[in-house]
């Protein structure tokens, strides 16, 4: 890929605009009934005649064969190598940042799921059933009473079953295991220090949560937690409008996708709650920005969930409110995935997921149709997610000739 640096030199601000559709977790495993994915089986008019008029492929977002998290996904859609380390950014900390928590130097933020543990102690659902939003905000605040010698904790609700956990305090190392087993009938797994300087760390992290058994025993469903992504504050990651020249914003309803995008420059712009508000705010803002980003949780949601249905629904509630996007007539729509999420696995899996770029300026090939089969025989073949933004850099005519 080109460096960043290099396209930074060509680059160039101008009136055209460019909308990026993510919808998180697309890609998808053909139903054993059925032989279709769940894109394949929805009703998609809309997504098809991009499709049709447009230019397809397949896209990896970290590596061939790589199973990638939702934050290397999305940076890489967003220009940035993944897999070099200032790019490796902890779930915790674009958690905390998603819901404006102000980040102290030296905090360390992770991210926590509220869960459901049996008698004996095993996990029986990782997510505590989805819990509503308030239920999490009242656990919350009695984990916020809990004390642990030699840091200041603080517990803020996310979304349903998610918080972000935050330390505060001196020589405190991120370098800690995640102690979310990722599977049912394990017992959540203790904080253990990933090197020798963050054992007193660890030993923190181990106390707050014998207290935070102590205090959920009497809950249910949501009665223990699990912890991932310790992190700290990145160092400074370079704006996309220093970069790429563009003036970007967000759309995103789940708080770590506003994080991410914070990471990288951009707006946040109020999203709402529904995927038409979603799209209603790109109209209300059209003016202020040349560069959108409009991030669909529910795709991913339902995967995880192993609905295939509620995913088939999701991607046709996005069909029908696409001709508001179109209808504004963006010079280029990218609508792609972070990585795919199958229903039939219940996760994240490695994937490739389809992608397509409407513009004027594109040659079109012959697929008709926006799936995974379709795109698959698309013009762009399989590539890597990196290549996105100079794909759609050229095709909004932001980018100037290299050399001579």
């Keep these: 890929m080109i460096s960043l640096e290099q396209i930074k030199h060509l680059a160039e601000s101008t009136p055209s605009k ?44 970290v590596s061939t064969g790589i199973t990638p998290g939702s934050a290397p ?108 087993p990722q599977k049912l009938g ?81 707006d946040i712009l109020q999203a709402g709650n529904t995927i038409k508000d979603e799209f209603a705010a790109v109209v209300k803002n059209y003016s202020k920005y040349d560069f959108f980003f409009i991030h669909i949780k529910g795709t991913d949601s339902a995967g995880e969930d192993g609905d295939f249905a509620r995913k088939v629904q999701v991607i046709e509630e996005v069909d029908r409110e696409l001709p508001t996007l179109i209808s504004l007539r963006p010079e280029v729509i990218v609508v792609t995935a972070d990585h795919s999420t199958p229903a039939l696995l219940k996760s994240h899996s490695w994937h490739p997921v389809p992608f397509l770029l409407y513009s004027k300026q594109c040659r079109h090939d012959s697929v008709r149709e926006f799936s995974e089969t379709a795109c698959s025989n698309g013009a762009l073949g399989v590539f890597p997610a990196t290549d996105i933004v100079p794909l759609a850099l050229a095709n909004a005519l932001k980018l100037e000739k290299y050399g001579a």
Aim: glycine share 10%.
């Design 73 to 180: 996904g999305h940076l890489a859609i967003f220009g940035y190598n993944p897999l070099e380390p200032k790019y490796q950014i902890g779930r915790g900390v674009l958690e905390a940042l998603g819901i404006g928590f102000d980040l102290k130097d030296g905090d360390i933020a992770i991210r926590g799921n509220f869960c459901t543990v049996d008698k004996a102690g095993l996990i029986t659902d990782r997510r505590a059933g989805r819990i509503a939003t308030e239920k999490c905000a009242e656990l919350c605040l009695k984990l916020n009473d809990i004390k642990v010698n030699g840091v200041d904790t603080f517990v803020q609700p996310v979304k349903e079953h998610r918080f972000v956990l935050v330390f505060r305090g001196k020589k405190l190392v991120p370098d800690i295991n995640d102690t979310d």
């Design 18 to 61: 460019i909308v990026f559709l993510v919808m998180d977790g697309l890609g998808g495993l053909p139903h054993p009934d059925t032989g279709k994915t769940e894109l394949e089986t929805a009703r998609r008019p809309n997504l098809d005649h991009l499709a049709s008029d447009g230019i397809c492929g397949m896209s990896t977002t």
């Design 186 to 266: 394990a017992a959540p797994l203790p904080a253990t220090a990933i090197n020798p300087s963050a054992k007193a760390t660890a030993n923190i992290v181990n106390e707050f949560l014998d207290r935070v058994r102590q205090t959920l025993a009497s809950e249910h469903p949501a009665n223990m937690v699990l912890l991932r992504g310790f992190s700290k504050y990145p160092p400074n990651v370079p704006p996309m409008s220093k970069v790429f020249k563009l003036k970007p914003a967000a759309i995103a309803i789940y708080p770590m996708y506003r994080g991410l995008a914070k990471v990288v420059g951009m």
